[in-house]
């Protein structure tokens, strides 16, 4: 099959002329237990992605990325109960065992060998099912890899979806969508008539601003450096729109809000939006960070506000997901004109123009690109 090999992290930008994606000839070995194959049918472009392009979040080489994915099962491995051959599926990127602690807990994007595997670059089971024509292993990306015409992936990294669902749109589910709404319906639990402020307006971002104004925030402030994103905003729901490189953004936030957000919700990855958007928010209010800086990045805040004005600073990681519960609710309210996240498509590409995709992805032209393979 073709796919895209990152063999080696940091190549300078542009990515369309340094080329680190290279479009190779890969073999994907059966599934084993617990696997099935997928045919993947769309695969979209994600800022977790460029991190491991651009090193600052060092994965092991070489390795087949991709992670927001969607396409139908062609064959299943032995013990597989849940999928069968011909289902459609959106990828999830934790694998999930139902094991361990957090998922015990409810709290499966937190499962234990699941982050391990993800850390280590293989499937949940431990094992490597992709490798090149010289037989060289290639490292899965986050228990998906779906920068390829097929997947070989754990059964639990795979949600069945309806079968009419666009491949485009169904891949959109599989990241921004779960990840954005999520941080606003599961980790903040935002109730109708309470403000919110989304920072950064990527794909991740866009989704949180459409979970919020389906939750019927109010007021939505939408925060980015990007005019047609702000304008985007405006057109999906946001009350304010704030340009970042203007002014003091905090203030302004606050004035919009009354006094700051009951929820700031960060998306941008960077530990001083993080800190801006945590002075946005109100006395008794909860800055939720879903974006991810760099490992080595810090983030500091007045430590007395945290008591004295009874503050929360709270990690969202894939929207605090169940995603076989989440999945399925998103894709119903996108059917219903609820969630429209279509909107956050904004190019469609072959494999080929991966790499020119991603310039799109950093320069901010581009909020959400979807490789076909059909």
């Not at 340009?243 to 936030?253: K, N, S, T």
């Not at 500091?300 to 990690?315: D, H, I, M, N, Q």
Request: aromatic share 4%; glycine share 12%.
């Amino acid at each position: 099959m073709r796919a895209a090999v990152l063999r080696t992290m940091g190549a300078p930008a542009p990515y369309a002329d340094s080329r680190p994606l290279a479009i190779e000839t890969v073999v994907a070995q059966p599934p084993g237990p617990g696997e099935v194959r997928v045919r993947v049918r769309a695969a979209g472009l994600c800022h977790s992605d460029l991190s491991v392009i651009d090193g600052s979040r060092p994965r092991p080489m070489p390795m087949l990325l991709g992670h927001e994915a969607a396409g139908e099962v062609v064959e299943a491995g032995d013990g597989v109960s849940t999928l069968r051959v011909g289902d459609r599926v959106v990828f999830s990127f934790v694998p999930m065992c139902g094991h361990c602690a957090p998922c015990a807990c409810g709290r499966p994007v937190l499962c234990e060998p699941g982050a391990a595997a993800n850390a280590r670059g293989t499937l949940l089971g431990g094992a490597m099912r992709l490798h090149d024509a010289g037989c060289t292993p290639l490292h899965h990306h986050l228990g998906v890899s779906g920068f390829a015409e097929y997947a070989v992936v754990s059964e639990h990294s795979a949600v069945r979806v309806d079968a009419d669902l666009p491949p485009k749109i169904a891949a959109l589910f599989g990241c921004a969508v779960m990840t954005g709404v999520g941080a606003v319906v599961n980790t903040a639990g935002v109730r109708p008539g309470e403000s919110v402020a989304v920072f950064g307006l990527g794909g991740v971002g866009l989704s949180a601003l459409l979970g919020a104004a389906a939750s019927s925030a109010w007021p939505l402030v939408a925060v980015d450096v990007v005019p047609a994103k702000l304008a985007l905003a405006r057109e999906l729901g946001a009350s304010h729109c704030i340009d970042a490189r203007e002014g003091d953004v905090a203030a302004q936030v606050r004035e919009a809000t009354g006094g700051g957000a009951d929820y700031s919700i960060e998306t941008a990855g960077h530990a001083h939006v993080l800190a801006t958007a945590y002075a946005a928010t109100r006395r008794g209010g909860s800055t939720i960070s879903v974006g991810l800086p760099a490992p080595d990045r810090m983030f500091s805040v007045p430590a007395v506000s945290l008591v004295a004005e009874e503050r929360t600073v709270k990690g969202s990681y894939m929207g605090s997901a169940v995603p076989r519960r989440d999945i399925p609710r998103y894709v119903a309210l996108y059917r219903a004109g609820r969630l429209p996240v279509d909107r956050l498509l904004t190019h469609t590409l072959a494999l080929d123009g991966i790499n020119a995709g991603f310039d799109r992805l950093a320069s901010g032209e581009a909020i959400r690109q979807v490789v076909l393979f059909d």
